[in-house]
């Protein structure tokens, strides 16, 4: 059993519109000390999905199962829930600042946060460990910054801030959502070192959720590709960018700049689909260049392409040479 396992998880939300199903039967699972990148455009559910898991998406109604390291996390009441964040699932979120006080000190955000689930630390040992917190997520100077407030740090290095807060209880997963996409290019690439860095030490398993192939390149071990509320494609991160089946991940990787199509990178056209009302077939029908009759009538069942553990939602076969026969046929 891996350490974190999702199986079949639905969530939908009542609104005034309707009953939006926002996630449609999504799996994934992640192990001690690996990345899977969840990646997919806004309103995939990639973010409900991972919410939902550590109780964040009250209201909604869910079903499936998804146990950490054997517990149920859909069915743990609220205070194990509370036990849970922070002890044994770390999150930090695009903007560390809707999740650093803004009135209180970075060092005392996190002395109390570990004390609020360590009764017995002491305020000094809570404080040391603040300090090498900070010093391993490579915040300079750290017994001098911990008694700066979130305003007096730049944003990378509050996302950095935003790391040791997540790790302070040495939680078994660190869910990262979208952590790098407000940040420059440069500022990107040492947030993800530092995530690197808490991974190789606390062999933490994280999940990062991203709209960003190049940062699922940079970080992800394997690779679940959302869109439309479920899974699209799922594999190790060399297969789906070398042996990618569904065509919603050859859009994707078409319109991701790399170095050799630079000038010619090929949008996905059309919107995705709503989630009041989704298509009774493929979620990506309307915008597949593929798609045939039996797209639209029956939903593809996410099968293996390629052998081990790699599935795609999709009707089409393997091999590539064999598409177009589908297709005409
Ligand atoms: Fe395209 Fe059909 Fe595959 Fe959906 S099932 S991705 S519409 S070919």
């Not at 149920?72 to 560390?96: N, S, T, Y």
């Not at 004390?115 to 404080?127: I, N």
């Not at 594999?235 to 990787?253: I, N, Q, S, V």
């Not at 990506?284 to 798609?291: E, G, K, M, N, V």
Request: glycine letters at 10%; charged letters at 20%; hydrophobic letters at 40%.
């Amino acid at each position: 059993m891996a350490l974190l396992e999702v199986d079949d998880l639905h969530v939908s939300f009542g609104t005034p519109d309707g009953v939006v199903r926002a996630v449609r039967g999504v799996s994934f699972s992640v192990d001690r000390g690996r990345t899977l990148g969840i990646v997919g455009e806004s309103g995939s559910g990639k973010s409900v999905a991972t919410q939902t898991i550590v109780g964040l998406t009250r209201g909604a109604r869910v079903s499936g199962r998804a146990t950490l390291d054997g517990e149920d996390l859909l069915g743990a009441d609220v205070a194990a829930l509370q036990r849970i964040r922070g002890a044994k699932i770390g999150m930090i979120f695009q903007d560390p600042l809707s999740s650093l006080h803004p009135y209180y000190k970075v060092g005392w955000q996190i002395v109390e946060m570990i004390r609020a689930h360590e009764r017995g630390t002491s305020k000094a040992a809570a404080r040391k460990r603040a300090i090498e917190l900070l010093d391993a997520v490579r915040i300079p100077s750290p017994k001098i910054r911990i008694d700066n407030y979130p305003h007096e740090f730049s944003g990378g290095m509050r996302q950095r801030v935003m790391i040791a807060m997540a790790m302070a209880l040495r939680p078994s997963v660190l869910v990262a959502d979208e952590p790098t996409t407000a940040l420059d290019v440069t500022v990107q690439a040492q947030v993800l070192d530092v995530m690197r860095d808490v991974q190789r030490d606390f062999g933490t398993a994280i999940v990062l959720i991203t709209h960003d192939l190049g940062v699922v390149a940079d970080m992800a071990d394997d690779v679940v590709v959302m869109y439309g509320g479920q899974v699209m494609e799922r594999a190790a991160k060399r297969d789906l960018f070398y042996r990618h089946h569904h065509p919603y991940t050859e859009g994707l990787l078409r319109s991701l700049p790399t170095a050799g199509n630079a000038g010619m990178l090929v949008p996905i056209a059309g919107t995705p689909p709503s989630l009041l009302s989704p298509p009774p077939g493929c979620p990506f029908a309307p915008r597949c260049t593929y798609a045939f009759d039996r797209c639209s009538e029956r939903p593809p069942p996410a099968e293996i392409p390629g052998g081990g553990a790699h599935t795609s939602a999709c009707w089409l076969p393997v091999e590539r040479a064999d598409r177009q026969r589908a297709v005409a046929s």
